[in-house]
């Protein structure tokens, strides 16, 4: 009978979704970029939103990639283009890859917003591309309302360089059983009122356990997002040095890797960050299983997140067993349902 509660309970704990559309993980592009055709591709939009109330609800602007205004009602143009040199289909010849899209908010307080503007160089499943575009990270089905617990896409994307796979790239000595999806990069935030010159480090490791063709996946991997250096007149002696945040190259590598800074550091870290870590950290670790029948696929995975150390460790289920009326408890950390 514990043996059932434990299963049941553990089941209970992973999101399955039902849908006739691939599940999409890791930083996969949504469907309309990953055309392999030659050339350049317009597009134009007109639209518009009326709501009872002068503010636009919460999910017609979610994953939405803060396109869509706060108040209501408003008007939309969009006109965006999309370029691809050389051939995709070749795994050995460097292919070109640009994008820009631009939206036009039409209200009492118009603006103009750039959600995308890149230029990307792809050979195999590698890829470096420099600018800002729409990006999906994590393991997560697309569907999903809520979207992706690590990468918000409710907001405009950000300006950055990044460097590494495109989809899932397989081991060769591995015979294509094991595949690797990773990407490091360096961005930079938008300058706001209370924050200026702010940086961005991510990067992320995932790992596949089967072939493409296999009816079952496994997947596995992290997601690591830290804000660090800048700039804010709010921020007081014992958190800055006159206000500026550790921004070197110090600051970079304790940013990479959060390591225990010494008291005595150097690089501009004040005492708030030997007692902590340099940069503000999060992330994720994600895990999933993948079921792909005839028709349909199942995703049943699991989004953790982390904002320190210990939610790095990876205890997903914990089972205690308590001596009183001959019940047993079962533990697990909480778990978020969409």
């Given at each position: 009978?514990?043996?059932?509660?434990?299963?049941?309970?553990?089941?209970?704990?992973?999101?399955?979704?039902?849908?006739?559309?691939?599940?999409?993980?890791?930083?996969?592009?949504?469907?309309?970029?990953?055309?392999?055709?030659?050339?350049?591709?317009?597009?134009?939009?007109?639209g518009?939103?009326?709501?009872?109330?002068s503010?636009?609800?919460?999910?017609?602007?979610?994953?939405?990639?803060?396109?869509?205004?706060?108040?209501s009602?408003?008007?939309?143009?969009?006109?965006?283009a999309?370029g691809?040199?050389g051939?995709?289909?070749?795994?050995?010849?460097?292919?070109?890859?640009?994008?820009?899209?631009a939206?036009?908010?039409?209200?009492?307080?118009?603006?103009?917003?750039?959600?995308?503007?890149?230029?990307?160089?792809?050979?195999?499943?590698?890829?470096?591309?420099?600018?800002?575009?729409?990006?999906?990270?994590?393991?997560?089905?697309?569907?999903?309302?809520?979207?992706s617990?690590?990468?918000?896409?409710?907001?405009?994307?950000?300006?950055?360089?990044?460097?590494?796979?495109?989809?899932?790239?397989?081991?060769?000595?591995?015979?294509?059983?094991?595949?690797l999806?990773?990407?490091?990069?360096?961005?930079?935030?938008?300058?706001?009122?209370?924050?200026?010159?702010?940086?961005?480090?991510?990067?992320?490791?995932?790992?596949?356990?089967?072939?493409?063709?296999?009816?079952?996946?496994?997947?596995?991997?992290?997601?690591h997002?830290?804000?660090?250096?800048?700039y804010?007149?709010?921020?007081?002696?014992?958190?800055?040095?006159?206000?500026?945040?550790?921004?070197?190259?110090g600051?970079?590598?304790?940013?990479?890797?959060?390591?225990?800074?010494?008291?005595?550091g150097?690089?501009?870290?004040?005492?708030?960050?030997?007692?902590?870590?340099?940069?503000?950290?999060?992330?994720?670790v994600?895990?999933?299983?993948?079921?792909?029948?005839?028709?349909?696929?199942?995703?049943f995975?699991?989004?953790?997140?982390?904002?320190?150390?210990s939610?790095?460790?990876?205890?997903?289920?914990?089972?205690?067993?308590?001596?009183?009326?001959g019940?047993?408890?079962?533990?697990?950390?909480?778990?978020?349902?969409?």
């Amino acid at each position: 009978m514990q043996l059932y509660r434990l299963l049941g309970y553990s089941l209970g704990c992973l999101l399955c979704f039902l849908c006739h559309f691939p599940a999409y993980s890791q930083f996969n592009r949504p469907v309309y970029d990953t055309t392999v055709t030659r050339g350049i591709r317009y597009k134009a939009e007109l639209g518009g939103l009326v709501s009872t109330s002068s503010r636009t609800p919460f999910w017609l602007r979610s994953n939405q990639f803060g396109t869509v205004p706060f108040e209501s009602p408003s008007a939309l143009i969009t006109l965006g283009a999309t370029g691809l040199w050389g051939d995709a289909t070749q795994n050995r010849k460097p292919y070109l890859k640009a994008g820009v899209e631009a939206v036009g908010n039409l209200n009492r307080s118009s603006r103009l917003i750039l959600p995308e503007a890149y230029a990307a160089v792809r050979l195999g499943h590698a890829e470096l591309y420099v600018g800002r575009r729409k990006e999906i990270n994590g393991i997560t089905d697309t569907l999903l309302t809520s979207g992706s617990y690590a990468w918000s896409g409710n907001a405009v994307p950000i300006t950055q360089v990044r460097i590494g796979t495109k989809d899932y790239a397989p081991l060769k000595f591995t015979k294509g059983v094991i595949s690797l999806n990773a990407f490091i990069s360096h961005g930079w935030f938008t300058n706001t009122d209370s924050m200026q010159n702010v940086y961005l480090h991510a990067k992320a490791l995932f790992v596949r356990i089967g072939k493409p063709t296999w009816k079952v996946r496994f997947y596995g991997g992290m997601n690591h997002f830290v804000q660090w250096g800048g700039y804010s007149r709010y921020l007081n002696n014992s958190l800055s040095n006159n206000g500026y945040l550790p921004s070197g190259w110090g600051a970079y590598k304790r940013a990479f890797w959060p390591s225990k800074i010494e008291e005595k550091g150097g690089s501009g870290f004040t005492a708030f960050d030997t007692a902590n870590r340099s940069g503000n950290h999060l992330g994720s670790v994600d895990i999933a299983l993948e079921l792909s029948l005839r028709r349909t696929n199942f995703l049943f995975y699991i989004q953790r997140p982390w904002e320190d150390m210990s939610g790095v460790v990876l205890v997903i289920y914990q089972m205690e067993h308590t001596e009183y009326v001959g019940k047993t408890a079962l533990q697990s950390p909480y778990v978020v349902f969409d």
